[in-house]
């Protein structure tokens, strides 16, 4: 574009929607635009990282409780933080306005629409969050990450751009799959978001000490585990002969993927893209308490594909886990076959389409105008 343009990001203080506004902030600034970022006070922590020129607090709330008083509370704070909005609007006159979920993206998007501007949301789920679900119908575009496409009450203005990933991430797509051959090391990676899972830390060893002597002896493992949980995994898994990483924490989990010939782990939109883009066979356990049950949805749009296979919490038995990587590790063919298929769901240019979009939404194009222009 000839001139640059100053976009306002929103989201919420989570990783999960800081960042893919931090990836299209990345590429919106490399295409020489300005970024501002709005959000509540949880994301100030994140101040340095996030590629922004200026980041702006406003108050919000969360509508949850069913609490009269704390509604009504909420509702006068949401109130305010659109006020605020509003006011920082007619101070920075931003030409777009995006949100990326959670309920800070309400005042700053409600004062957009309310102002007449150009205006979109970012949906990484395959269901819709309640933030999002409010705002649908007052923003001018929705960008999908694993929303059905052509389906549902704003098909017309929704565009499947996926989820942006991490430079990290691109980079550990470009290893190639190499299949493990039976007598062969075969790595397993078991992964449950951002802080670990309680539930692979019992499952993992339990499902591993039921496999056949021979497999066991080729498994290298990474675990992340819980800091509570670490030790005792680690103890298990070395009773067991396992050669095994186990960390709350691993910085270099994007190269550790790509080097897995097996993914067990939970199902946020994040990591099912990343296990897409990289192109992986995963075993998805579906967190069983996520709001709106976003996490099985992701995981049944992958599986839809043949990229995974998916199994509740509640039906995955020691056996029944053993039994599933025991048979993974000897169809060395079923595996090359599934992670074939998971990248090629996979989204690698996220970021540059939501960019384009993004621009787009800021000149007055409307979503069907850009889903009939090239890419």
């Given at each position: 574009?000839?001139n640059?343009?100053?976009?306002?990001?929103?989201?919420g203080?989570?990783?999960?929607?800081?960042?893919?506004?931090?990836?299209l902030a990345?590429?919106?600034?490399?295409?020489?635009h300005?970024?501002?970022?709005?959000?509540?006070?949880?994301?100030?922590?994140?101040?340095?990282?996030?590629?922004?020129s200026?980041?702006?607090?406003?108050?919000?709330?969360?509508?949850?409780?069913?609490?009269?008083?704390k509604?009504?509370?909420?509702?006068?704070?949401?109130?305010?933080g659109?006020?605020?909005?509003?006011?920082?609007?007619?101070?920075?006159?931003?030409d777009?306005?995006?949100?990326?979920g959670?309920?800070?993206?309400?005042?700053?998007?409600?004062a957009?629409?309310?102002?007449?501007?150009?205006?979109?949301?970012?949906?990484?789920?395959?269901?819709?969050?309640?933030a999002?679900?409010?705002l649908?119908?007052r923003?001018?575009?929705?960008?999908g990450?694993?929303?059905?496409?052509?389906?549902?009450k704003?098909?017309?203005?929704?565009?499947?751009?996926?989820?942006?990933?991490?430079?990290?991430?691109?980079?550990?797509?470009?290893?190639p799959?190499?299949p493990?051959?039976?007598?062969?090391t075969?790595?397993?990676?078991?992964?449950?978001?951002?802080?670990?899972?309680?539930?692979?830390?019992?499952?993992?060893?339990?499902?591993?000490?039921l496999?056949?002597?021979?497999?066991?002896?080729?498994?290298?493992?990474?675990?992340?585990?819980?800091?509570?949980?670490?030790?005792h995994?680690?103890?298990?898994?070395?009773?067991?002969?396992?050669?095994?990483?186990?960390?709350?924490?691993?910085?270099?989990?994007?190269?550790?993927l790509g080097?897995?010939?097996?993914?067990?782990?939970?199902?946020?939109?994040?990591?099912?893209?990343?296990?897409?883009v990289?192109?992986?066979?995963?075993?998805?356990?579906?967190?069983?308490?996520?709001?709106?049950?976003?996490?099985?949805?992701?995981?049944?749009?992958?599986?839809?594909?043949?990229?995974?296979?998916?199994?509740?919490?509640?039906?995955?038995?020691?056996?029944?886990?053993?039994?599933?990587?025991?048979?993974?590790?000897?169809?060395?063919?079923?595996?090359?076959?599934?992670?074939?298929?998971a990248q090629?769901?996979?989204?690698?240019?996220?970021?540059?389409?939501?960019a384009?979009?993004a621009?787009?939404?800021a000149?007055g194009?409307?979503?069907?105008?850009f889903?009939?222009?090239?890419?």
């Amino acid at each position: 574009m000839e001139n640059g343009k100053l976009f306002l990001l929103s989201a919420g203080g989570t990783g999960g929607h800081l960042f893919p506004a931090e990836a299209l902030a990345h590429e919106l600034t490399a295409r020489g635009h300005t970024v501002h970022l709005v959000t509540d006070s949880r994301a100030e922590r994140f101040a340095g990282k996030f590629p922004a020129s200026e980041i702006h607090i406003v108050r919000s709330a969360t509508i949850g409780s069913k609490n009269p008083f704390k509604v009504v509370r909420a509702l006068w704070t949401l109130f305010q933080g659109v006020r605020e909005a509003g006011a920082l609007i007619r101070r920075i006159r931003p030409d777009a306005v995006i949100g990326f979920g959670g309920y800070p993206t309400i005042p700053p998007l409600l004062a957009a629409s309310n102002a007449g501007l150009p205006t979109m949301i970012h949906e990484q789920n395959a269901v819709m969050g309640r933030a999002n679900k409010a705002l649908a119908g007052r923003v001018k575009a929705i960008a999908g990450g694993f929303l059905p496409e052509g389906e549902g009450k704003y098909a017309g203005k929704t565009v499947i751009t996926g989820n942006p990933v991490r430079p990290e991430v691109l980079a550990a797509a470009a290893i190639p799959y190499v299949p493990s051959m039976e007598g062969e090391t075969f790595r397993l990676v078991v992964f449950g978001g951002s802080q670990g899972a309680q539930f692979f830390s019992d499952a993992i060893p339990a499902a591993i000490a039921l496999l056949p002597d021979p497999l066991r002896a080729r498994l290298e493992l990474t675990q992340q585990a819980r800091a509570e949980d670490e030790d005792h995994v680690r103890a298990r898994l070395e009773e067991l002969g396992i050669k095994a990483e186990v960390s709350p924490f691993f910085t270099d989990m994007a190269a550790r993927l790509g080097a897995a010939h097996l993914v067990i782990s939970r199902s946020g939109a994040s990591t099912v893209s990343e296990i897409a883009v990289i192109g992986r066979s995963a075993i998805l356990v579906p967190y069983p308490f996520a709001l709106d049950h976003d996490q099985a949805a992701n995981a049944a749009a992958l599986m839809a594909k043949g990229g995974a296979s998916v199994i509740k919490q509640s039906e995955l038995s020691p056996q029944l886990l053993s039994d599933m990587i025991g048979d993974r590790m000897q169809d060395p063919a079923g595996l090359a076959a599934t992670a074939a298929a998971a990248q090629a769901t996979g989204k690698p240019d996220a970021a540059r389409l939501l960019a384009n979009l993004a621009e787009a939404i800021a000149e007055g194009i409307t979503p069907e105008q850009f889903r009939s222009t090239p890419a």
